[in-house]
């Protein structure tokens, strides 16, 4: 029975080790992803938001133009952050997915310095295409946002 | 001989009616359907913008809220046209199919009215979650956009 116990212990801690803890369905893993997102970019730390990007990702972000790659990208998050940007949070609203692409539309807000030193909260919405890596692992690899209520 | 030509122009014309002309790789349709979105909506016709989109088809427009279903969206291009929108143009940059849905980064431009009955163009950016049909012809599924240059 002890070994038996051991057994099942093994194939478990083995699971554990050879599938990566996101390598599950997208409606499982992508929020559990902007979960990280949100927490890294709340403690400033955009190289931590841009590891979640895939190595070709790119951000469509309103009044700018595309930004493509994955250093790209943390340039562009770590100056959002440094530029005052905080708290942010995410809510999934739909995530659908087929083959190795999902897209999520979601809702997003994060507080941004308004006039005269005050904090505004802004809102908004988005769209960002999920890309499955080769370890099963979902990364960002689309991702275009704009202001307003998500449904 | 006149016989045989005969039944070639039968199968030709059967095909012609079984298979719609944009029952193909999205690669190639989407473009097809996106000019056909432009020539709709430069017609002042929103009735034939919105039927390129699925039933349950979403839009989330900039500044405002998502907006669900072919019926809320011809009223919204229409709206739009109305409003003084015109000479919309599209330029696909990437088109990824996967399964039955196809995810498209492009950019737009459109004439609107600006102040002093001047107009401005205005350039911006988007993706369009495409969905394969029944019949096999691809519909715009989700579509979001912003203000800034696509590349």
Known sequence: MNMFRKTILGIALGSAIAVPAWAGPAAEDVPTAMD??????????????????????ALLPPDAKRIDGRAAIQTFWQGAIDGGLSNIAFKSVEIEENGNHAYEVGGFSLDAPGEGGATTTVNGKYIVVWKKNGDGTWQLHRDIWNAGAAK
């Open 36 to 57: 990280a997102f949100a927490a890294a970019f709340n403690s400033a730390d955009g190289a931590g938001v841009a590891k979640l990007y895939s190595e070709d990702a």
